[in-house]
């Protein structure tokens, strides 16, 4: 399978704890996005990767997330000190360079907050 | 602020018939939209895309129209199978920024 993939795919956690999700894009992609999805939502674009640089930060990225792609490969979100507001979708998707606009999916990670 | 807007959360036709789902945005500097289709479990997966130059690109039973003077675009499914049955979104984005923007998304279901 040469899609993107996410680990884990489900994550229950208390309320003050730490999650980190993790992507791995198509190989050959060296864009890589995080969206976040709520119910009845679209996806909301968080950040994005060219390779391991961080290029865009959304205003929904607060201080508690952070994201990295150290070798320009797969990248991780971890959320620290969790709120029940954190509960979402988190959607990865990858992309070639400039001038290709499709991004594809991961399945996501669905995070529940207790 | 929700710059692309779908404002029929869902969409029921029979087998065989034509699928029509709408999209509207107001941000005039999105110069490419795109058609994701999403199953349950899943996430969403490329359907079609069209540039702010062109009114219409067609992909098999998939064809997107847009009106830039009007801000809107439609996705027509011909004709529509049971397999179509997903939730469908509708993006955009401007040239040279990677913050797409989604709208909330278009259930569809077609009945055998």
């Known amino acids: 399978d040469t899609g993107v993939s996410q680990d884990p795919r489900h994550k229950i956690t208390k309320r003050g704890q730490n999650v980190t999700f993790r992507c791995d894009p198509i190989?050959?992609?060296?864009?890589l996005y995080w969206y976040r999805q709520t119910l009845g939502q679209g996806p909301e674009f968080l950040t994005y990767?060219?390779?391991?640089?961080?290029?865009?930060k959304s205003r929904l990225l607060s201080d508690r997330f952070s994201a990295e792609r150290p070798k320009g490969s797969f990248s991780t979100l971890e959320i620290q000190r969790t709120e029940q507001g954190d509960s979402a979708m988190y959607l990865c998707?990858?992309?070639?360079?400039?001038?290709?606009?499709?991004?594809?999916f991961g399945p996501g990670t669905r995070l529940t907050v207790t | 602020d929700q710059q692309v807007k779908q404002n029929s959360p869902s969409l029921s036709v029979q087998e065989g018939r034509i699928s029509i789902l709408n999209c509207d945005y107001t941000?005039?500097?999105?110069?490419?939209f795109l058609w994701y289709k999403k199953y349950p479990a899943e996430g969403p997966t490329f359907l079609i895309s069209?540039?702010?130059?062109?009114d219409k690109n067609e992909d098999g039973r998939f064809t997107v129209f847009l009106n830039k003077s009007a801000k809107h675009l439609s996705l027509h499914i011909v004709p529509s199978q049971p397999g179509d049955s997903a939730v469908y979104f509708c993006?955009?984005?401007?040239?040279?920024?990677?913050?797409?923007?989604f709208g909330a998304g278009t259930r569809l279901t077609v009945k055998p």
């Open positions: 998707a990858s992309s070639l360079a400039a001038g290709r606009y499709e991004q594809y």
């Open positions: 190989s050959e992609h060296n864009r």
């Open positions: 990767f060219q390779n391991e640089a961080q290029l865009e």
């Open positions: 941000n005039s500097m999105f110069d490419y």
């Open positions: 069209i540039s702010s130059i062109k």
């Open positions: 993006a955009a984005r401007m040239y040279n920024n990677n913050d797409m923007r």
